[in-house]
């Protein structure tokens, strides 16, 4: 290790520990998240998914999509606090569903679906995406958890009898005690009546 001696008092001072390795893989777990979304129309396809970001409020971001993993021990926190920690211009990993339409009235949505373990300081939780047509915010969203749920409950081990409905495994995973909290977040639209384009995401922000 190199030194240097402070001259005033002969002290020997060693110099600041270097930035950790960009290899140092918990550098790439995520400590927070956030879920967010947003709507967009305009004439132009890429411009409706751009006013949808900027109503979502991720515009300024550049957006790395991945798969479906809520880390243990990640904070959800609220869109106006993540933002906080997020610059423009930054990459941000995101989960992201989206359905775009130029059909008048068409009615499209975007849902992430969010299920949580008991032990959420131990145990990861798991993020899905749906994009659909023709389908309610409700219908989207109730898919989306339901995605999720599904996940995690095999993951945990819990039985997945297919004879059963899923209302019945739904209600035996429940009762397990394992499975903390499931929930959506879904935005929905009908297609523009002029014929132009709609486009709705739905996201989970990622913070490292």
């Keep these: ?33 956030f879920l967010t979304k947003g709507k967009g129309v305009h004439k132009d396809y890429l411009t409706s998914f751009e006013l949808a970001l900027r109503d979502a409020d991720i515009a ?21 606090e993540g933002r906080k920690y997020l610059k423009p211009g930054q990459i941000a990993f995101t989960v992201l569903a989206r359905s775009s339409t130029n059909e008048p009235n068409r009615l499209i949505a975007a849902s992430i679906g969010l299920a949580r373990p008991a032990d959420d300081n131990v145990q990861h939780g798991y993020l899905s995406e749906h994009h659909s047509t023709g389908e309610t915010a409700q219908k989207a969203g109730d898919y989306a958890e339901d995605m999720a749920m599904e996940m ?24 397990s005690e394992k499975i903390y909290k499931t929930q959506n977040f879904t935005q929905s639209a009908e297609g523009n009546k002029d014929g132009l384009w709609t486009t709705v995401i739905s996201g989970a922000i990622l913070i490292l």
Excluded at 156 to 165: A, E, F, V
């Design 152 to 175: 995690l409950a095999t993951t945990l081990g819990l039985p997945n009898d297919p004879t059963l409905t899923w209302d019945q495994r739904e209600e035996q995973w429940k009762l």
């Design 1 to 33: 290790m190199e030194t240097t001696k402070n001259n005033k008092s002969n002290t020997v001072v060693s110099p600041p520990p270097p930035p950790p390795s960009l290899a140092e893989p918990m550098l790439y777990v995520p400590k927070m998240m």
């Design 60 to 80: 300024d971001l550049n957006l790395v999509s991945v798969s479906s993993i809520k880390p243990p021990q990640c904070k959800i926190i609220s869109r106006q």
